[in-house]
Structures are given as structure tokens and as C-alpha cells.
């Protein structure tokens, strides 16, 4: 399986999910017939971050998705996984449903040669990325704020997302 994974760091309410829904769009907007689907720990909250995306099409480019839901009949060409555990919900227990999760349901529904944006908060959601994948070989590239981006996040636009906050310094 080949596949492009990277995962963002960033404190809360650093503009992780607004960075990435600007570029999707401009993503999506090149590459119409691409499927994307978008994972966060609440659905009625991955719908409403879905509802950015969508136009009133019968087929919609991006699916929202809840932690732990049935990804059923559709291939992925992108998936955006962003904070897959709640904050208060941080358990042992809820980590390893959430990783098994990702083994079983993302990674079959993804197409060769897909892309796979992880965004996180925490290191948790790192470690079950990073392990989801191995078995595959695949390299997940990690960023922090300040650091270099992924090449679908670089642009001049969200330049100040990555530079405005000194805690974290570019590291590769």
C-alpha cells in the first residue's frame, strides 16, 4: 500500500481545521472527481465541518464521518482524521477502539496512493497513526505549527497560522 500520510501538531484553536479546509477546497476545486472523507470524534461536528465543503450535489466530494462509524461503499482519495478522541474522553480504553478503528475501517476504504491528514493537539492520536500504519511501511510525517508543511498546506495565505506563535520552532 502506498500512501502519504502526514500528521499536524498544534495547541487548540491554532487554525489546524481552517487551514485545511481552505486547501481541500482549493484541492477539491482542481480535482472534482477526487472523494474526500473527514473524521473527527463527533459526527454532528464532522457534519457541520463537511457542510463547508459541500455544494447541494447528490454526490458530495467530502463525507463527514464520526470516530468508530461505518465507512461504507466509497473509496477515499483523501482523508482528513482530525482530533479522533474527545478531550474528555482520553482513555486507554477509547485509544485502543479509535486505533482498531482506523486499521479496520480507514485505511481498506483508502485508495492507492491516497493522502491521509492527521490533526491533533496531543501526542496520542500520534502514536495511533503512526502504529495503524507501520504494519503497511508506511512513513508518517509529523509537523508542528512554525515547522515546515505538508505540500498540500503551503501558502502564503496560511503563512501566519505556522508563524505566529513562537512556542513552537520549526523542526523536521
Not at 126 to 142: E, I, L, Q
Request: charged share 15%; net charge neutral.
Amino acid at each position: 500500500m502506498n500512501f502519504d500520510v502526514s500528521h499536524i501538531i498544534a495547541p487548540p484553536r491554532s487554525g489546524k481545521t481552517t487551514s485545511c479546509i481552505e486547501r481541500v477546497s482549493s484541492f477539491l476545486s482542481a480535482n472534482p472527481s477526487k472523494k474526500v472523507g473527514y473524521v473527527s470524534y463527533s459526527m454532528q461536528l464532522s457534519q457541520y465541518i463537511v457542510k463547508q465543503f459541500n455544494t447541494e450535489s447528490e454526490d458530495p466530494q467530502v463525507r463527514s464521518y464520526g470516530t468508530g462509524s461505518a465507512m461504507c461503499s466509497i473509496g477515499l482519495d483523501l482523508v482528513i482524521l482530525d482530533d479522533l478522541i474527545p478531550p474528555e474522553g482520553q482513555s486507554c480504553l477509547q485509544s485502543e477502539r479509535t486505533y482498531n478503528w482506523i486499521k479496520q475501517s480507514v485505511i481498506c476504504r483508502l485508495y492507492p496512493n491516497a493522502v491521509v491528514y492527521s490533526i491533533a493537539s496531543g501526542e496520542l492520536q500520534t502514536r495511533m497513526v503512526v502504529g495503524a500504519f507501520a504494519p503497511y511501511g508506511v512513513k508518517v510525517s509529523t509537523f508542528e505549527m512554525g515547522a515546515p508543511r505538508p505540500p498540500l498546506l503551503q501558502t502564503k495565505e496560511l503563512d501566519h497560522l505556522y508563524t505566529s506563535n513562537p512556542q513552537f520552532q520549526g523542526t523536521d
